[in-house]
C-alpha cells in the first residue's frame, strides 16, 4: 500500500517542505478536534466564533491532505489548492473579527469591507502566482495584494474593528490587540513567501536568488499553521476567561 500519489511510502529526512505538509496536516485535524469539543464548555454567545475556529483548521486540514499528495507527486507549488483553502479560510476568520466586536456593535458593513479586502488581496496573489510566477512582472499582482493586506491591517489597529474593539474594552479589547498582532506579523509571512517564490517578487528587483517553489511552501505552511491555530487559540482563552468572569 503506498501513502502518497505517486507510490511512494513516505518522504526524505532532508525534505523539509514535505515535512511541514504532513505535520500542517495533524496540526490543523489536531486543532479542529480541540476546537469542536471545547466548544461546549464555553458560554452560548462564544459556541459561534468556536465553531468557526474548528471549521478555519478543519478546511485547512482536508486541503493540507491534498496538497500533501500534490507537492508529493508533482514536486509543484500546489498552487489552486492553497488559494481555494485560504478564499474559504481567511473570509472565516474575518468573521471572528465580526464576532468578538458584534457586542460592541459591530456591523456587517464592516464584515463586508474585511472580506471585500482579503477577496481582493487573495485574487491577486492567486492571479500573480497561477500566470505571473515566472515574470518580473511578478511584483505588480504583489504590490496590488499588499496594499489590501494593509488595508486590512489599518482596520483591525486603527479602523471601524479596532474602535469597537475598544469601546467594548477589557477581554475583547485584549484578543483584538492580540488577533491584531497575527495579522500584522503571522500574516507578513505570507508576501516574503510569495517574494522568494516568484521571479523578481520584490518590484521586479533580482535578489540574487532564484524563486524558489521550496521555500514559497515552507513560508505558506508555517504561517497557516501559526496563524489558523493561533487565531483559535485566541478566540478560546478570550472565550474561557469570560466564562470565568461571568460563573
Ligand atoms: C489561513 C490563511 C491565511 C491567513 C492566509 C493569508 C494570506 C495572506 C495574508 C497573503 C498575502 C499576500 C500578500 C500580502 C502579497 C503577495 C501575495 C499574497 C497572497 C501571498
Excluded at 489597529?157 to 475583547?172: E, W
Aim: a neutral charge; aromatic letters at 16%.
Amino acid at each position: 500500500m503506498s501513502l502518497f500519489l505517486d507510490g511512494s511510502l513516505g518522504f526524505a529526512p532532508d525534505d523539509y517542505v514535505s515535512f511541514t505538509f504532513f505535520a500542517g496536516y495533524m496540526a490543523m485535524l489536531a486543532a479542529s478536534v480541540f476546537f469542536f469539543f471545547e466548544r461546549s464548555r464555553v458560554s452560548d454567545e462564544w459556541k459561534t466564533s468556536m465553531l468557526v475556529s474548528g471549521l478555519i483548521t478543519g478546511i485547512a486540514a482536508v486541503h493540507y491532505y491534498y496538497m500533501r499528495d500534490f507537492y508529493a507527486s508533482t514536486g509543484e507549488s500546489p498552487v489552486v489548492l492553497r488559494y481555494v483553502d485560504w478564499t474559504l479560510t481567511v473570509p472565516l476568520m474575518c468573521v471572528e473579527f465580526y464576532l468578538i466586536t458584534k457586542k460592541a456593535g459591530g456591523t456587517k458593513s464592516i464584515l463586508w469591507k474585511l472580506i471585500g479586502a482579503s477577496v481582493v488581496m487573495l485574487v491577486c496573489g492567486y492571479i500573480g502566482e497561477a500566470f505571473y510566477a515566472d515574470m518580473s512582472s511578478s511584483w505588480v499582482w504583489g504590490a496590488l495584494s499588499g496594499a489590501a493586506y494593509f488595508y486590512i491591517v489599518w482596520m483591525v489597529f486603527r479602523g471601524d474593528v479596532a474602535k469597537l474593539a475598544n469601546s467594548a474594552g477589557g477581554q475583547v479589547a485584549k484578543a483584538n490587540k492580540m488577533l491584531g498582532k497575527f495579522v500584522l506579523i503571522g500574516w507578513a509571512i505570507y508576501p516574503i513567501g510569495y517574494i522568494l517564490g516568484t521571479t523578481g517578487g520584490l518590484f521586479g528587483m533580482d535578489l540574487g536568488i532564484n524563486a524558489n517553489t521550496e521555500v514559497l511552501n515552507l513560508c505558506y505552511n508555517i504561517a497557516d499553521a501559526v496563524n489558523k491555530i493561533g487565531f483559535g487559540l485566541v478566540i478560546y482563552s478570550l472565550a474561557i476567561s469570560d466564562n470565568k468572569a461571568t460563573a
